[in-house]
């Protein structure tokens, strides 16, 4: 692509927000896309990302508000994701873990916590290390659940980020159990819960907390691919063939479901020359 001439140079900080937060990934993750293209513009011309994020998220929660208040929920759930999305990138414009960070992301989880009350999403939270993990779970509308598949993220995105793939998950009849890890989210920012050598038991709890639950079944993990030794570990299966890709059944190695659906059965590793083949 070609700079015009007379284009405005941005402050590098800024560009490299934009890449690594482009207007696919905003969408992706729940903003509208007016408001995503407004976050870039608004940016871009000099307003800092997080107020402007908050901004926005604030004038789609009013419109939420408004629309329950006038009787059209569906209206309502809309407003209330479009806020959470971009309360979800408010915060991100600190890498560190700062108060304003902190604040910001409680004002997401408030926001989450919103829409969850509009369409029947349930807050999970189990206890860990002496802190709490926590997680939304959703179930598929008027029917038992199937099954259930747990979603992580990775570095910067995890738990109600992924609202769409709760949406793809229940509306095939499965549970959708979206996690904030060890590392991640409220358990890294409120209860100081860090990646570390134990991290595969804090999300093991989440396994836990679903097979306790007798409506429930767990038939899948999925996350990036910096989770994928990770999920290899607790679901018992060979790597998924793609970072990202979704690993089931827990603890019955069939196999490995990549993102279409299909079971993907498990590669033989080729004998060595002069050998049966035989373990």
């Given at each position: 692509?070609?700079?015009?001439?007379?284009?405005?140079?941005?402050?590098?900080?800024?560009?490299?927000?934009?890449?690594?937060?482009?207007?696919?990934?905003?969408?992706?993750?729940?903003?509208?896309?007016?408001?995503?293209?407004?976050?870039?513009?608004?940016?871009?011309?000099?307003?800092?990302?997080?107020?402007?994020?908050?901004?926005?998220?604030?004038?789609?929660?009013?419109k939420a508000h408004r629309a329950l208040a006038a009787r059209h929920p569906l209206t309502a759930v809309i407003q209330a994701r479009w806020a959470a999305g971009a309360a979800l990138f408010a915060q991100m414009a600190d890498n560190q873990d700062t108060e304003r960070k902190r604040a910001l992301y409680r004002r997401y989880t408030e926001t989450v916590s919103f829409v969850a009350d509009l369409d029947g999403m349930r807050r999970v939270t189990v206890p860990y290390a002496g802190g709490q993990l926590a997680g939304w779970l959703r179930r598929p509308a008027g029917r038992p659940s199937a099954g259930t598949v747990i979603v992580w993220g990775g570095l910067s995105g995890w738990g109600a980020a992924y609202l769409r793939t709760a949406d793809a998950v229940t509306a095939r009849g499965l549970s959708c159990l979206l996690v904030e890890g060890p590392g991640q989210g409220e358990s890294r920012l409120d209860h100081g819960l860090y990646m570390d050598g134990q991290t595969p038991n804090g999300f093991a709890r989440f396994v836990d907390a679903v097979t306790s639950d007798v409506a429930l079944r767990v038939d899948g993990v999925g996350g990036p691919g910096l989770l994928v030794r990770l999920l290899r570990r607790l679901a018992g299966l060979a790597p998924p063939p793609l970072p990202g890709a979704l690993a089931g059944p827990v603890r019955r190695p069939a196999g490995v479901r990549g993102s279409a659906g299909r079971r993907v059965r498990r590669q033989r590793r080729p004998a060595r020359p002069g050998s049966t083949g035989v373990p």
């Open positions: 692509m070609t700079v015009p001439a007379d284009a405005p140079v941005l402050d590098p900080a800024v560009v490299a927000r934009h890449r690594a937060m482009p207007l696919t990934r905003l969408v992706d993750c729940g903003m509208d896309a007016a408001d995503a293209r407004a976050l870039h513009a608004r940016s871009a011309a000099g307003e800092g990302w997080a107020d402007a994020g908050t901004v926005l998220a604030a004038a789609r929660l009013d």
